[in-house]
């Protein structure tokens, strides 16, 4: 908490490298989740209804897959109606960047401020919403 965010770039669906150290300047809520992880797909209709209240107000999602079946991720991201931006490598429980922010349970979440800033993480449920709004709210 309160300290920078460590930057990792993995690659989106279509194979293109997304960098978090991009998001600079915004709000992002760095998510880690996995087509596989029942309590990750029921915290996605709640993460969406976040995201169409409070994208307009500067948030952006880097959601982070720790699945290793593409098909099987892509069929998620689909089906649950998740509009913003997927990045994987893969590789499951091995991914660096899984390791790099010490997630051993997902879902797992950080919120960043605009200067790259961890303030705040694994918000779920109303928690979400009540950090965003008095994050965002005033915006």
């Not at 931006?85 to 960043?112: C, E, K, M, R």
């Amino acid at each position: 908490m309160g300290q920078p965010a460590p930057d990792f770039t993995l690659n989106d669906p279509s194979g293109k490298a997304i960098s978090l150290s991009a998001y600079k300047g915004k709000f992002v809520l760095i998510d880690f989740w996995a087509s596989w992880c029942g309590p990750c797909r029921g915290e996605n209709p709640n993460v969406v209804a976040a995201y169409e209240k409070y994208h307009g107000k500067g948030l952006e999602i880097l959601a982070v897959s720790l699945d290793e079946q593409k098909d099987k991720w892509m069929s998620a991201i689909e089906k649950d109606g998740l509009s913003w931006t997927h990045v994987s490598d893969l590789q499951g429980w091995n991914s660096p960047a899984a390791a790099l922010y010490g997630v051993q349970s997902i879902p797992a979440n950080f919120l960043l401020d605009k200067e790259g800033k961890i303030i705040a993480k694994d918000l779920r449920g109303n928690a979400l919403h009540e950090t965003l709004e008095q994050v965002l709210g005033a915006q």
